[in-house]
T-cell receptor, first 114, second 114 residues
């Protein structure tokens, strides 16, 4: 079955540590996105990528980094510079960037900083 | 610029009652509109979408929404609520003005009482 796989589903981190969240898709979609979800705040865009080896900052990119070396993969690193990293992180993809904007989502990764 | 406002962070209905979740949008160009549903600790799933054509859109699980340009609204309805409808619902808008990157509302939690 085609879809988006995020791992790990749950992750605990100590303050000062970097952590990388994995996102893999086999939908052959060109565009991929990372969103952060906090209670009552909806989804906020962290980074997005339209094509391989290219990505753009979203609304809340500070403290995060990404790479897009392969079409199928778009990992997100939460760095120690992110002041409040505890959140639910959602990866999504779309057929191509200039499509309607319909997104396909993974199951999410919940990061907790201890 | 584009934005979405979802009225009511929580909506409570009895099983069998009408469900109405409100969404108003702002867009300087013709929008694409979406409703997504999210169950606890899961990703978002598309319920329905408006791109062009018929303004009354039918989706999965008996939901429908009507695009009203004059009211800049895209309210989600279902004639009869079921216990399994309890979830978080997100309205989203995308457009060429926003580079087809969707902007999400803050979400509405639907509570269904027996």
């Amino acid at each position: 079955d085609g879809g988006i796989t995020q791992s790990p589903k749950y992750l605990f981190r100590k303050e000062g540590q970097n952590v990388t969240l994995s996102c893999e898709q086999n939908l052959n979609h060109d565009a991929m996105y990372w969103y952060r979800q906090d209670p009552g705040q909806g989804l906020r865009l962290i980074y997005y990528s339209q094509i391989v080896n290219d990505f753009q900052k979203g609304d809340i990119a500070e403290g995060y980094s990404v790479s897009r070396e392969k079409k199928e993969s778009f990992p997100l690193t939460v760095t120690s510079a992110q002041k409040n990293p505890t959140a639910f992180y959602l990866c999504a993809s779309s057929i191509k960037h200039s499509n309607t904007g319909e997104l396909f989502f993974g199951e999410g990764s919940r990061l907790t900083v201890l | 610029a584009q934005s979405v406002t979802q009225l009511g962070s929580h909506v409570s209905v009895s099983e069998g009652a009408l469900v109405l979740l409100r969404c108003n949008y702002s867009s300087s160009v013709p929008p694409y509109l979406f409703w997504y549903v999210q169950y606890p600790n899961q990703g978002l799933q598309l319920l329905l979408k408006y791109t062009t054509g018929a303004t009354l859109v039918k989706g999965i699980n008996g939901f429908e929404a009507e695009f009203k340009k004059s009211e800049t609204s895209f309210h989600l309805t279902k004639p009869s609520a079921h216990m399994s409808d309890a979830a978080e619902y997100f309205c989203a808008v995308s457009s060429s003005g926003g580079s087809y990157i969707p902007t999400f509302g803050r979400g509405t939690s639907l509570i269904v009482h027996p």
